[in-house]
Every structure is written in structure tokens, then in C-alpha cells.
């Protein structure tokens, strides 16, 4: 009971993580109908400016927490003005092609930049493990757990409250009919760009305390989050966060009871067998 | 019509033949001019690599579909052909054959219900799969011989004859780099190949004049990975050692980079797009530590500025630049 304890709450926490990642890829997706490839990098960008602002500018946790994600969300922005936009493409083919060469253009600079060493990100609070039913969590993992929901809640906040989150909402649900009515369509991508880059960098704030701080630490994470995203029906945020959760669980279960060797493996085996039985994910329409 | 112009229409009508048979001669004197086995591994690798590229390029040119893990069927191949002819002691022909049926029926298994959807789910499957072949062949290492790699595969032979050396291999790996050309500039005049262009261009109404859109998506996804596979059982017996680095995503990826440097759609830019990656870091003393920079740079400024290909794209622009002079001057 304990293990399974144990188990449930490791696979929560990188669920969370997944589902902030996967919640990204869709916002992008639903204003753009491209896969963001893009994504994987903006989780590394998140750590490394979290640990440039707390060792090089000697910045506190919240204040550096919120750079990280403000600085992420801005280079997203960046990503998109000049690198995708120029190219005034339609099709999209080209432009998914375009967000694995920014991709594989931003995993270089983030390499010239910090270098390839491992580095350690300290925990947002220090690390004294909380005793729940016998069953030991990092305070991490509760930061972990908490920021997402927190997320989640403003996302849905800015989705159904916010003009520009309705009207990225109208993108989403009808481009044409948007365009028509007057919604600015470039002012809606920077926008969704910049949410995904937000909620990517602070995935990689989150998670690189538990892991460890590597130039492509996020290309694993940001496959399992776009697994995640598909796992629950690309586009939809439900999907997206059920989706993460359920494939967190999975892998935290399977390499407790199973093997840990073949831990994400299992992830992309399942992933597939969906994809198989109900081929547009759990809650996809 | 004069005889000059007899024999211009001539060139114009065989010209793919012609430049078949140009290639095919130029390689074939080739080793009687170059003696390197430096320069000639380096085209064996080039020729290896084109043979994966024709393929992806068929599928991701005239199907319209994204996939990021041809190293996946790559690597199945390579691995499949050494585990075949060393632990199971098959010969090396038969296990290509049997290890290209094992990889179809994979292609099969992950194409049928994914290529059901439109989208990109097939971009995130093939990832995925890359992944997890990846993964089994660091991790098992009783089968794969795990990180340190697989050694000791036997050389191809016919009889006596082994193909052991760079001048040997030449012949044998452009053979079937120029089969395998073959068969694509074929199959895309073909009835089935129009019926995938249409699908590129419009996949309803490709529907709509009658292309079964789903089957020829998911055939040429098959036969792409049977290329794949092919080429890395033709890599694990011409280097006689793999490592499971030869076949990660980053591989996918520079696959993806040749076929869009080549032109998506255009067959003879895929060998064009596996020459330049493939020689871009002899020609560059910096390259590994601006790899990525070039690479991306490349695809991004490619894809920007110049979406059908390097080749392709100059072409058409050249040509565009010529017709709009000759209006110029017709009118003054």
C-alpha cells in the first residue's frame, strides 16, 4: 500500500509536468493546426534562465520563477515574429518542418550559451520529504502539483473571460469565420506562441530540481508531453491534462511493479496501442 | 523540323533516361579515377543514405505525411541483418529479405490505424517508435550488445566473392542506390504515383477522383520503410559494426533535413539533399561545434525562402527570371 502510495504520488507529479507541456503543444495546434516542435526546447530554455537568474544575478525563488517564464514566453514570441512567420506559408508541411529547424537552431544556442554539463537546480523550497500515509513526497512534487492546477486555472480564466482568449477561442473553433468577424490572426499566434513558450519554461522550472539540468533535457519530456497531448485527443485541454496524468501514473506504476529499464518505452508502447483502439485519443471529438 | 531540333526534342523526351544512364556511367568509371578509400567511403555513405532519403521523400513528398523516425526502420535493419547472420547464422541475402518483410510488417502495424487519421498523429507515432527501438537496442544488451554496439557482422559475398573493400562496396551499394532510383522515377510516372501527387496536393479531391487515399498512403509508407531497412542492413554489412547511436531521432531529423534540402516531391533532389548533409562536415573544419546552427539554419532558410528544395527552387526561380525577361523584351 505504502509503494503503491509512493508510486501514485512520483506519477502525479511528472504528470503534471506532462500536461503543462501538453497543454502547450495544443494551444499552438488550435491556433495554428501545426505541431510545435519547438515546445521540447522552450522546456530546457525554462530551467537554464531559472538558473542563470538564481546564480549568476543572485535572484530569490519567486522572482527568478517569474523571469524564467516571462523570458521563455518572450524568446517564444521571438520564435515566432522571425522565425515562423517569414515564411508566410500555408502549408503545413513547411511550417512543422520550420519548428524542427528553430527547434534544432534553439538547442544550439542554448548549448553555446550554458554548455553541455549537467548542471543542479535547487527546489523551490528545501528538500524535506513530507510523511503521508507512510508514504514519503518531496515538497517539490506539492509545488509541482499546486503551480500546475494554478496554471490550469488562470488558462481557463484567459480562454473564457479574456477577450483575446475568446477570440483565440474563435481561431480555434473556425480560422475563416474568425478572420471574417476581424480577429487579428498574427496577433493571435504571438499570443498562443507565448502561452505555450510560458507554460513550457515553467514545466522546466518545475522539473529540473528532480531531474537534472541538461541542454536536452527537454527533448524526452517534450516527447512524452506531445504523447500526452495525443493521448487525450490533440487539442483538447481536458485531453491534454488527462492525458499527462494518465501517462505519468502509467510510467510511475509500470516501472515500480514492472522494470524500470523499459520505463519510457511503456509511455510510447501505450501511446501506440491508443492510437490503435481509438485512434483520436481519449476525449478527442 | 531541323536535324538540330530532331535531335534537342530527342535529348528533351529521353532526358530522364539519359541522365540515368549519365549517373550510372559516371559511377561506374568513378573508382578507375578516385582510389581514396577515404573519398570512396564517403560516397558509399552518400549512397547509403540516398536509399533511405528516395524512400522518405516518396512519402513525405507525394503522400504528404511527416515521418520523424525513418532511422527507426533504419536501425530495425541494420540490427535485424546482424542478429540474423551472427546469432542465427542466416545468410546475409535471405536475412535482408526476411529482416525487410519484419520491418514492412511493422510499418504496417503502426501505419494502418494512424494514417486513418488526417493530421500529424503519424509524426508523433514515428517519433515514438523511433524511441522505443532506440531504447531496446541500448537496454537489451543480451540480443543488441546494448550501448557498446554489435561487431563482427560477415561482409556480403556472391560465392567467393566478398564485397570487403571501398571499391567492392561502390559498386554494390550504387547498384542498388540506382535500382532503388529507378524504381521511384518509375512509380511515380505510374498510375499509382499521379494518384499520390494528387493526394499531396489535395487529399479530398484526390478522393474525389477516385485515389483510395488511405491504402496508397499507407503502401508508401510500407515501401519507404522497406528502403529504410534495406539501407541498414546494407550499412551493417558494409561497416561490419553498429551502434544503436547511429539511430537515434537526431538521425530522423537529418534525414527530414536531406529530403527538404532535396525538394519534398523531387527524386532526384533526395540524392542531391543526401550528398550535401552527408558531406557538409568534410567541408567545414568548425562543423562540430556549429552543428546544429548549420543544420537548422539550413532547413529554416531552405524552408523559408525557398520551400521546394535547394535545387528545385533555384531552378524555378532562374527559369522565372528568364520568362519574365523574354516578356520584357517581346514587348519593347
Redesign the interface.
Known amino acids: 500500500m505504502t509503494d503503491f502510495l509512493q508510486y501514485l504520488f512520483s506519477g502525479l507529479t511528472s504528470g503534471a509536468i506532462y500536461a503543462l507541456i501538453a497543454l502547450g503543444f495544443c494551444v499552438v495546434n488550435n491556433t495554428m493546426g501545426i505541431v510545435n516542435f519547438v515546445q521540447v526546447d522552450f522546456v530546457s530554455l525554462g530551467g537554464m534562465i531559472m538558473f542563470s537568474a538564481l546564480f549568476a544575478m543572485g535572484l530569490p525563488m519567486l522572482p527568478g520563477l517569474l523571469l524564467a517564464i516571462s523570458g521563455v514566453a518572450i524568446v517564444a514570441m521571438v520564435v515566432e515574429r522571425f522565425g515562423l512567420r517569414p515564411a508566410r506559408s500555408d502549408n503545413h508541411l513547411v511550417l512543422i518542418f520550420l519548428t524542427v529547424g528553430l527547434s534544432i537552431i534553439l538547442r544550439g544556442l542554448i548549448k553555446l550559451i550554458w554548455g553541455k554539463n549537467r548542471m543542479a537546480l535547487p527546489p523551490l523550497t528545501p528538500d524535506v520529504p513530507i510523511k503521508i500515509f507512510g508514504a514519503s513526497i518531496l515538497p517539490q512534487a506539492l509545488w509541482i502539483i499546486f503551480l500546475t492546477i494554478v496554471a490550469i486555472t488562470l488558462l481557463t480564466w484567459f480562454f473564457y473571460r479574456t477577450p483575446l482568449g475568446l477570440s483565440m477561442r474563435a481561431v480555434a473553433s473556425n480560422p475563416t469565420a474568425a478572420a471574417v468577424v476581424g480577429i487579428p490572426a498574427g496577433r493571435i499566434r504571438l499570443t498562443s506562441y507565448a502561452i505555450a513558450g510560458a507554460l513550457g519554461g515553467l514545466a522546466g522550472v518545475l522539473v529540473t530540481p528532480i531531474t537534472t539540468l541538461n541542454y536536452d533535457v527537454g527533448v524526452l519530456l517534450g516527447l512524452k508531453g506531445f504523447a500526452a497531448a495525443i493521448l487525450g485527443g490533440f487539442g483538447s485541454f481536458p485531453g491534454a491534462i488527462l492525458g499527462g496524468v494518465g501517462l505519468g501514473l502509467l510510467e510511475s506504476l509500470s516501472a515500480g511493479y514492472l522494470s524500470s529499464a523499459y520505463k519510457d518505452v511503456v509511455a510510447f508502447v501505450v501511446l501506440l496501442l491508443v492510437l490503435f483502439v481509438r485512434p483520436k485519443g481519449l476525449l478527442g471529438k | 523540323m531541323t536535324s538540330k531540333q530532331k535531335f534537342l526534342y530527342f535529348i528533351y523526351l529521353h532526358r530522364t533516361g539519359l541522365t540515368v544512364t549519365g549517373l550510372s556511367l559516371a559511377l561506374l568509371l568513378l573508382p578507375l579515377f578516385e582510389d581514396n578509400p577515404y573519398t570512396l567511403g564517403l560516397t558509399n555513405l552518400i549512397a547509403i543514405n540516398a536509399i533511405v532519403v528516395l524512400g522518405l521523400n516518396l512519402f ?1 513528398g507525394y503522400a ?1 505525411q ?1 515521418s ?1 523516425g525513418h532511422a527507426a526502420f533504419f536501425g530495425l535493419g541494420a540490427y535485424g541483418s546482424a542478429i540474423a547472420t551472427v546469432t542465427y547464422e542466416i545468410p546475409p541475402w535471405p536475412a535482408m529479405i526476411l529482416v525487410a518483410a519484419i520491418v514492412a510488417l511493422v510499418a504496417l502495424l ?1 501505419g494502418i ?2 494514417l ?2 488526417s ?3 503519424l ?3 514515428t ?3 523511433n ?2 527501438v532506440h ?2 537496442l541500448l ?1 537489451w544488451d543480451d540480443v543488441t550488445g546494448g550501448p557498446s554496439g554489435f561487431s563482427g557482422i560477415p561482409y556480403l559475398s556472391f560465392g567467393n566473392f566478398e564485397f570487403d573493400d571501398e571499391v567492392r562496396l561502390h559498386y554494390l551499394l550504387w547498384g542498388v542506390t540506382l535500382l532503388s532510383l529507378l524504381l521511384c522515377l518509375n512509380l511515380v510516372r505510374s498510375g499509382v504515383g499521379r494518384g499520390l501527387s494528387a493526394l499531396a496536393g489535395d487529399e479530398i479531391a484526390a478522393a474525389a477522383l477516385g485515389v483510395n487515399t488511405r491504402n496508397a498512403k499507407i503502401k508508401i509508407f510500407v515501401l519507404s520503410a522497406v528502403l529504410a531497412s534495406l539501407a541498414g542492413s546494407l550499412f551493417a554489412h558494409c561497416y561490419s559494426f553498429v551502434s544503436p547511436d547511429s539511430f537515434t ?1 537526431f538521425t530522423s ?1 537529418d534525414m ?2 536531406m529530403v ?1 534540402i532535396g525538394g ?1 516531391g523531387s527524386i532526384w533532389g533526395s540524392l542531391f539533399g543526401a550528398a550535401l548533409i552527408t558531406l557538409l562536415p568534410e567541408w567545414l573544419d568548425l562543423f562540430e561545434t ?4 548549420i ?6 532558410l531552405v ?2 525562402f525557398l ?1 521546394q528544395g535547394l535545387v528545385t527552387g533555384l531552378v524555378e526561380s532562374i527559369k522565372i527570371k528568364l520568362a519574365l525577361r523574354r516578356r520584357k523584351n517581346a514587348s519593347t
Open positions: 513525405i504528404g511527416i520523424l503502426v490505424p494512424i486513418r487519421l493530421g500529424h498523429y509524426a508523433m507515432a517519433l515514438g517508435l524511441f522505443v531504447t531496446i537496454q531521432i531529423t527530414v533535413i527538404v519534398m556549429y552543428k546544429d546552427f543544420h537548422g539554419g539550413i532547413l529554416v524552408l523559408m520551400p
